[in-house]
Nanobody, 121 residues
Framework: QVQLVESGGDMVPAGGSLRLICLAS????????MGWHRQASGKERELVAA???????YVADSVKGRFTISRDNTKNTLYLQMNSLKPEDTAVYYC???????????????WGQGTLVTVSS
């Protein structure tokens, strides 16, 4: 099973940029699709973006054109580049990874602890 640790959350002004980083460790051969979710206060968690092992990406309409997801498989690292940030982007951002269906990999899905992004107006 892999473990995920996010970093990069901060307070930034509207219009600013931020890059979130998720470092995977442990049984990184288990990594399949990875993504970022966010949860704002009083709202449900939502998918922001995801990237498959082959590099295919998916981005939510709410952040399309502003956020870019990428992964470096050699470093077992997932990134979320966030530009033109809006106050509505304020949330706790969670790194997520699906794991291959393998007896060595345990849970099918793992989560990081979250990192807080606050966009001020």
């Amino acid at each position: 099973q892999v473990q995920l640790v996010e970093s990069g959350g901060d307070m930034v002004p509207a219009g600013g940029s931020l890059r979130l980083i998720c470092l995977a460790s442990g049984d990184t051969f288990c990594l399949s699709t990875m993504g970022w979710h966010r949860q704002a206060s009083g709202k449900e968690r939502e998918l922001v973006a995801a990237v498959a092992s082959d590099g295919s990406t998916y981005v939510a309409d709410s952040v399309k054109g502003r956020f870019t997801i990428s992964r470096d498989n050699t470093k077992n690292t997932l990134y979320l580049q966030m530009n033109s940030l809006k106050p509505e982007d304020t949330a706790v951002y969670y790194c997520n990874a699906d794991q291959h269906h393998d007896d060595r990999c345990g849970d099918l899905e793992v989560w990081g602890q979250g990192t807080l992004v606050t966009v001020s107006s």
